[in-house]
């Protein structure tokens, strides 16, 4: 199945155009608590310059090595999904676990087609992180190490079992199309700009993870480096055309800076929402989460079954800043849908609920019963 047989793109969809007016409002109140005046200027900085270094860089490195695999190692996932047979639902599944949420569109589009059935639509599902995968990968990559082979697995019995008792044929319509992944094309000048902030930006990192005083090594380096990165993407979050995800048939440098982009601003929201309120509101938030610790991992659930992936980035980096359990991680990565979740409501609404239904169940299971049985596994 070719990329272009799931979406609907244009090559002269990426000129830079009207800036988005909602995320232009975000960009300016982010440049605005940048250059206040005071601690509160100082704080923003700071947390901009560390979400840049210690997170988008090697977001940034995953993408790149990602997709480039990807594009050297091509081949027709939608015919080898129609020739399966018995093997759908585990195909679909480990096309679901791969990182991102192209594996899972791939699969939803195949399903409306008719090339696969429903079983393998709950696995690919079930099995889907989305983004909030790279950024796993890139900053905790022992816990992905034991995420995606779990959320694999669970999807892979989840699909099965879906076949054998579920009676309702949830058809799709084969004609059905969406416009998810505009088609960029030629890579573009800011593309190759966030690339070579991106460099600096991985040194800076690497040298903050052997656990040296970056600004002993480099002096302002991180600094100019870091709001420069994020200088770079808002802009191209700003601008973009992109809704949900990047095209297939785009260069892996582009499709680097548009989804790094993405995840950098729900990370700059997550790390300043929590420091503001420990800062200005002094409460101990880590405090507060504890007292409600039983519901942590429902509410992980829960939030996997917003569409899309930014919800679920901010679960990964609360996760990741030690202020939910494991448990809540776990339960999230399987409930999440990603952006696999909008071209399956397009095409299928019921199907989608359905689907979406199904996911949750082994979501609330795994997730308490890491809860009570593994309180302290890799928290």
């Given at each position: 199945?070719?990329a ?52 988008a ?7 790149l ?15 080898a ?43 690919a599902?079930?099995a ?18 034991v ?52 460099v ?25 480096v ?63 989460f ?8 429902l ?40 952006d ?16 979406t ?23």
């Amino acid at each position: 199945m070719d990329a272009t047989a799931i979406t609907q793109s244009t090559t002269n969809q990426t000129r830079i155009g009207p800036f988005r007016p909602k995320r232009l409002f975000v960009a300016l109140v982010l440049l605005v608590l940048a250059i206040y005046p005071g601690v509160l200027g100082e704080i923003t900085r700071g947390l901009m310059v560390d979400a840049y270094t210690q997170v988008a860089v090697f977001v940034s490195a995953t993408f790149l090595i990602f997709y480039g695999a990807e594009r050297l190692f091509k081949f027709d996932i939608g015919d080898a999904l129609k020739n399966a047979k018995g093997w759908q639902v585990p195909l679909a599944s480990l096309l679901g676990a791969t990182p991102g949420c192209g594996g899972a569109v791939i699969v939803v589009a195949a399903y409306s087609s008719g090339n696969v059935g429903f079983g393998a639509v709950v696995a690919a599902l079930t099995a889907t992180m989305g983004d909030a995968a790279f950024l796993l990968i890139a900053t905790r990559p022992e816990v992905a190490i034991v995420v995606l082979p779990l959320s694999l697995g669970v999807g892979v019995l989840s699909g099965y079992v879906v076949d054998a008792f579920s009676r309702t044929p949830y058809l799709g319509n084969p004609s059905a199309t969406c416009a998810l992944a505009p088609l960029i094309g030629r890579s573009r000048k800011r593309d190759y700009l966030a690339f070579a902030l991106f460099v600096p930006g991985l040194v800076v990192g690497i040298t903050q993870l052997t656990g040296a005083d970056v600004y002993e090594v480099w002096g302002q380096m991180p600094t100019y480096v870091g709001l420069a990165g994020v200088a770079v993407s808002l802009v191209i979050w700003t601008v973009s055309q992109v809704q949900a995800m990047t095209h297939t048939a785009d260069s892996p440098v582009t499709r680097m800076a548009e989804e790094t982009a993405f995840i950098l601003v729900w990370v700059i929201g997550a790390y300043l929402a929590y420091d503001y309120v420990v800062e200005f509101a002094g409460l101990d938030l880590e405090a507060m989460f504890k007292t409600v610790a039983p519901l942590l991992p429902l509410i992980g659930v829960l939030i996997g079954l917003v569409p899309g992936c930014g919800p679920q980035v901010v679960v990964t980096t609360l996760y990741i800043n030690g202020l939910v359990p494991f448990a809540a991680l776990m339960g999230n990565a399987i409930s999440n849908d990603g952006d696999a979740l909008f071209p399956a409501i397009a095409l299928n609404p019921k199907a989608a609920l359905w689907a979406t239904i199904y996911s949750t169940i082994p979501a609330v299971i795994m997730a308490y019963g890491f809860y009570f049985f593994a309180p302290d596994f890799m928290n």
